[in-house]
């Protein structure tokens, strides 16, 4: 048995699929990106007059991916804390990963309580966006 977590706190799914799901003791977030929950604006994303990408701040999506997870997890009765392994996705390896990993290092500083992390580099995305994250967290109480 499982139940399905949907919030308005956090940016509506791009699919027919909800934030997170709870599987006994876990929760399971579905990818997260980091799109504004009121404006659905992209932040960092830099475009022309014509709407096309011009470049983007990975700095300020990642923050913004952490804030959306965040707000899932407490929607779902978690906390930043129970977090045990995320996936991140970035479009540019290259270019964004040590940007993103100086921020990730802002909100995880110690090694030893921070979750498990694999960081994919992959070809793009379903918007615009150069980061999304996949969680799951250990719901406190709960097994």
Known sequence: MSDIVR??????????YPHARR?????????IGPRDPATNAIPGNEVDADGRLRGYDIAAQTRAVFANVRAVLEASGARWQD?????????????????YNAVWAEYFPDAGTAPCRTTLGIDALPTPIAIELKCVAALPGRS
């Open 23 to 31: 599987v006994g003791g876990l929760l399971f977030l579905s990818g």
């Open 83 to 99: 977090l045990v392994d995320v996936t991140v996705y970035l479009t540019d390896m290259a270019r964004d990963f040590a940007a």
């Open 7 to 16: 919030t308005d706190t956090a940016p509506p799914p791009v699919g027919t």
